[in-house]
């Protein structure tokens, strides 16, 4: 797996994860929502010079200009819910970009720290020669990016994948990077070090779906 952190260099990335970080600013739902839209934005404009690009002739009122353009078919697929506010990042800049959504929870036995990963829901378009970005804001296990890709595989081989997230622990990386394909691509905002008992990063954020929409039952 090829891992891109952009966390290593200083930008103005580093703002908004601060941010969902604080305790204090992520109390504000919509301020959380729109500071990993940004997220999203920014992690969407670096992993946009990794796509291949064609000259074409744009006719402006002026005259004739040459540019290079993207030519290629990116079906964007989230995990509900925590991930629709990235998703809505990426697609301000890949906005002709197809969509597909899956639903995977955590499901605890009681109060117990172990969990299985539930996948209910899934809904995407052929995924057969294209470019698949995968957005999950918190790889914590690395067992829900399992279980998506399993769900995936009836929907046709892309020609190449693209993990989309803010934060993820070392653990969860590692623990993909045996599941994924070699070639890849993990974009990601920060790596914490940790997992918690019950498989929560360390520092993290805390629970992205309920910052974003509320606490669930």
């Not at 990601?188 to 805390?206: F, K, M, T, W």
């Amino acid at each position: 797996m090829i891992i891109h952190n952009l966390g290593e260099e200083n930008s103005v990335l580093n703002q908004f994860i601060s941010e969902i970080r604080d305790s204090h600013i992520q109390r504000d739902a919509m301020r959380f929502r729109r500071n990993i839209e940004r997220i999203g934005e920014v992690l969407g404009y670096e992993f946009s010079k990794e796509l291949v690009y064609s000259p074409k002739i744009i006719d402006s009122p002026l005259g004739l200009k040459e540019m290079n353009l993207n030519h290629d078919q990116l079906v964007l697929c989230s995990i509900l819910r925590a991930g629709l506010p990235l998703h809505q990042g990426l697609l301000n800049y890949f906005d002709t970009a197809e969509n597909g959504f899956i639903s995977a929870f955590r499901k605890h036995e009681g109060n117990e720290d172990t969990f299985e990963v539930i996948v209910k829901y899934f809904a995407a378009p052929s995924l057969e020669g294209k470019i698949l970005v995968l957005t999950d804001p918190m790889l914590a296990t690395g067992r829900t990016l399992e279980n998506v890709l399993l769900a995936l595989k009836e929907h046709g081989t892309p020609s190449a994948i693209h993990i989309i997230s803010v934060i993820g622990s070392q653990q969860g990386i590692e623990y993909i990077e045996n599941i994924f394909p070699e070639n890849t691509h993990l974009w990601i905002a920060a790596i914490d070090p940790e997992l918690n008992s019950r498989g929560y990063i360390v520092p993290g954020i805390g629970d992205a779906g309920d910052l974003a929409y509320g606490e669930k039952l």
